[in-house]
């Protein structure tokens, strides 16, 4: 981690990022920006923002005027009696340290003890006993997508009670619950009693970071991974190389990042990638890796040699190269490799195999290709020679077991893909269609056509994320169910370890509250004030989120 930017000095050192952008990747299907409208008067009132507003809005919240105080020298976050969690489960000690902080070490005011409890007149919390009622409450796990994140919290003097089925859940309740906590312009923390019933609306909330376009220090990562848990988000998307670099140090092929990544020490190394996964599992966040091929492998030929395929030119090889070689039987032993040593290096249950953009102007040049193509009856349908390439990776992935997930031109070409694929559907014209289309063949799928945020304008675009409605396409029930949840992305043209953060949140954070809450919080002006404060909840705890709009936060007011 010597190599990584200090924390303090990446935050502090982010550079203003610019009001228009345009980015350049073909991934990208851009729309023309709206103007912005003038501001309701209701956008102007930042200062009538509840402090212990949630975001996201849980399902089902009950809120008493009663205040109850916590003293941050007696409050404890322990174990409840009866929890199949205890002291040992370390998991939750973490979460325990963790959200104490949130809640009181981020104070600007060290007045704790100064004045008593007493003197207030109000009643004291001195506890909240966190209980896990399932068996095996899954302390040493990994989240996986039937994980259960449901949780039930109970804040009554003198003691709040969490009640989650796993720890998952318990996670998700404790962020909730360190959200209701507030502080007076008098250095008191409060709590409101209430009572709170809350699960995920959608089981797949992730967030896509690109690490080939600009790689990402550590750091950086870590960081997000730690306002992806305020936000509720449960998968980092990792597409973690690409054309550009070879960040990913292999066990078994180190020369892929010796010759492809930036530089040597722009990588990340097996220590690393144990480092993230950990970090992520302890707020209950999956990481799904992304290897995507055939296309989008400009930076794998560079480290193994005969991998990509040979373009010509006249008739004579050119000197440059296209996608990855189909035909070559060295080709899948090479990914059968690989893609054994992923499968053992990323614990979650689905790989990310891409397969997006495959340029097929190479494979057309080249002689052996057209041999093959007329050997296996193809004809000129390129279309069928990358879905001849998919379908034997997929094999390769499931014989280790590894569900997969892939880009949506997979499905568009008419690969025979398995019944647990999970198809990724990104391209913004007509994605509706496109969603009925892959619900309706029975395939499962995530959204993220709606929620490219490295698209960015004048204005507040979080509102045009948080207005879409998932299940708004054409399908039956059955269908609807198939609709796993979504991803908010961030491709890494234009994005690095400066304008990360900012540019991500509070962004992200409309799509965040899109995918748990109930598909009828729909309120943009009750969203604009919980989101404004929100974002400053994100910075009294060190995520440098940009401002939603014009206005201050409270803690910035209050004196040091």
């Known amino acids: 981690m010597g190599r990584a930017m200090g924390l303090a000095g990446l935050l502090l050192g982010l550079v203003v990022v610019p009001a228009v952008l345009v980015s350049t990747n073909l991934r990208h299907g ?42 941050p020298s007696r409050f404890q976050l322990v174990h409840g009696a009866g929890s199949s969690a205890g002291p040992g489960c370390g998991l939750l000690q973490d979460a325990f340290r963790r959200y104490y902080e949130y809640m009181f070490g981020h104070s600007r005011r060290r007045t704790w003890g100064r004045r008593p409890l007493a003197a207030r007149g109000q009643p004291e919390l001195f506890q909240l006993q966190v209980v896990i009622e399932a068996g095996d409450p899954g302390c040493d796990g990994h989240p996986h997508l039937t994980s259960s994140e449901a949780y039930h919290l109970t804040v009554t003097e003198p003691v709040a009670v969490l009640k989650a089925s796993e720890v998952w859940g318990a996670l998700r309740g404790l962020e909730t619950f360190s959200q209701l906590v507030h502080e007076d312009d008098y250095g008191s923390f409060l709590v409101n009693e209430s009572e709170i019933n809350d699960f995920p609306r959608f089981a797949h909330r992730g967030v896509l970071l690109d690490t080939s376009r600009h790689y990402l220090p550590l750091k950086s990562i870590l960081t997000n991974l730690d306002a992806m848990a305020f936000n509720k988000f449960n998968v980092l998307h990792w597409h973690i190389v690409d054309d550009q670099s070879f960040p990913y140090q292999s066990i078994y092929f180190p020369e892929l990042s010796d010759k492809g990544a930036y530089s040597s020490n722009l990588i990340y190394t097996p220590t690393d990638v144990r480092l993230v996964i950990e970090y992520a599992r302890l707020r209950g966040i999956r990481v799904i890796p992304e290897f995507d091929t055939p296309g989008h492998t400009q930076s794998w030929g560079k480290g193994q040699k005969d991998l990509l395929t040979p373009c010509y030119n006249g008739g004579q090889p050119a000197g440059s190269f296209g996608p990855i070689n189909p035909v070559w039987n060295t080709t899948y032993d090479f990914m059968a490799k690989f893609l054994k040593e992923i499968s053992s290096v990323f614990p979650d249950e689905f790989i990310h195999l891409g397969g997006d953009e495959v340029d097929f102007t190479c494979w057309k040049s080249n002689p052996e290709v057209k041999e093959f193509m007329k050997k296996q009856g193809f004809g000129t349908d390129y279309a ?48 509706a269609h496109e969603l009925s289309q892959v619900t309706g063949a029975g395939l499962t799928a995530v959204l993220s056509a709606p929620w490219y945020l490295d698209y960015i304008s004048y204005g507040q675009d979080w509102k045009k994320y948080y207005t879409v409605e998932p299940l708004n396409f054409p399908g039956s029930e059955k269908q609807k169910k198939l609709l796993i949840g979504g991803e908010a992305c961030l491709w890494g043209e234009f994005v690095d370890a400066t304008n990360l953060t900012p540019r991500l949140w509070p962004r992200a954070s409309a799509v965040g509250e899109r995918l748990w809450s109930s598909s009828n919080v729909t309120n943009l002006q009750d969203a604009y004030k919980r989101l404004t404060n929100h974002r400053c909840r994100m910075l009294r705890r060190g995520i440098a989120a940009e401002p939603v709009f014009v206005g201050y936060c409270a803690h910035e007011a209050r004196e040091p």
Request: aromatic share 12%; proline share 8%; no cysteine.
């Open 30 to 71: 851009g729309r023309r920006a709206e103007a912005e409208p003038e501001p309701s008067d209701w956008e102007l009132a930042a200062d009538a923002v509840p402090e212990d507003s949630l975001w996201p809005l849980p399902q089902w919240v009950r809120t008493y005027p009663r205040q109850l105080q916590l003293a």
């Open 384 to 431: 069928k020679l990358e879905s001849y390439y998919v379908q034997n990776i997929l094999d390769i992935v499931s014989s280790y077991n590894k569900g997969q997930m892939v880009w949506q031109e997979v499905f568009d070409h008419k690969a025979q893909l398995k019944p647990d694929t999970v198809v990724q559907v990104w391209m913004a014209n007509n994605y």
